[in-house]
């Protein structure tokens, strides 16, 4: 029977920093199975099976963690894998994730997701790499970021976090209700909303006719299959009459026997021909 390994690692690890000076953390993990190994330059513990790891300030949950490094320095995640900084109010979703907790840095690779409640925005690219401690954020290859009605595309982008500030580049697009943006780099205010664009700019605005067009034509009521279908089959009944009745209609006696006609219309004339035929024999 499979039985689920849990721990605290308490790790009171002082220890001088070069510039950064003094500091201690705090884990506990929880998994279905544990291994790994103790000695000096290559201490390793791996994680395996509905994982949680939980740190000062990060929680984790994955498929499997492997804790690496000096002093546990590096956490690299894989499978299902989900973040929480709930003091920051972020969220994190991807295939893996890596986690230098020293210098604060997690990167996040495979459909990468960013949520970052306390501005409402999302955040989504293929890469993504978030520096905690300046609160900054690079996204490459695919970049998606939501806001409201606001919708930002591009290759690549820098995300200042406190700052509200976003800079894209690479094919930027730019989407905000109905009006669509494009140039060669933009950088957004996501507080205000205002772009700045740079290089060849080009764009599509949604005029206040655009939308009474769109208003008139959706109030038009749709006719239904239904009445669709009965309308194209009295169409087709209405032209299949019209054709029996030209092939059952009976010909003008003019057109038939014109010949006849012509001969009775002058009796005499056909008479005296008969005559002069007569005399010659």
């Not at 500030?165 to 009006?179: A, I, R």
């Amino acid at each position: 029977m499979k039985t689920r390994f849990s721990s605290v690692l308490l790790f009171s690890l002082f220890f001088l920093a070069q510039p950064l000076g003094l500091w201690a953390d705090t884990f506990r993990f929880s998994a279905d199975r544990k291994s790994g190994t103790k000695s000096k330059g290559r201490e390793l513990i791996v994680l395996e099976g509905n994982v949680q790891v939980d740190s000062d300030t990060l929680k984790l949950e994955a498929e499997r963690i492997e804790i690496s490094g000096d002093d546990m320095q590096v956490l690299d995640c894989t499978g299902g894998v989900r973040g929480v900084d709930e003091e920051r109010g972020l969220y994190f979703f991807a295939d893996s994730l890596h986690y230098d907790r020293i210098n604060k840095l997690i990167k996040l690779s495979g459909n990468a997701t960013m949520e970052d409640k306390k501005n409402e925005v999302v955040a989504k690219a293929r890469r993504i790499e978030y520096n905690e401690d300046l609160g900054t954020s690079l996204l490459q290859v695919g970049v998606r970021l939501f806001k409201g009605e606001l919708v930002c595309r591009s290759d690549y982008a820098f995300w200042r976090r406190e700052e509200k500030d976003l800079e894209l580049y690479f094919h930027p697009v730019v989407f905000k209700g109905g009006d669509e943006f494009r140039a060669e780099r933009m950088r957004i205010d996501l507080d205000s909303e205002e772009l700045l664009m740079e290089g060849r700019v080009s764009g599509k605005l949604k005029t206040e006719s655009d939308e009474s067009e769109k208003s008139e034509k959706s109030k038009k009521p749709k006719e239904s299959k239904k009445e669709t279908e009965l309308k194209e089959s009295s169409e087709i009944e209405g032209e299949a009459k019209s054709e029996e009745q030209i092939e059952g209609e009976e010909p003008l006696k003019g057109e038939t026997l014109g010949v006849e006609m012509l001969k009775d219309e002058n009796p005499k004339e056909s008479e005296k021909t008969e005559e002069e035929a007569e005399k010659r024999e």
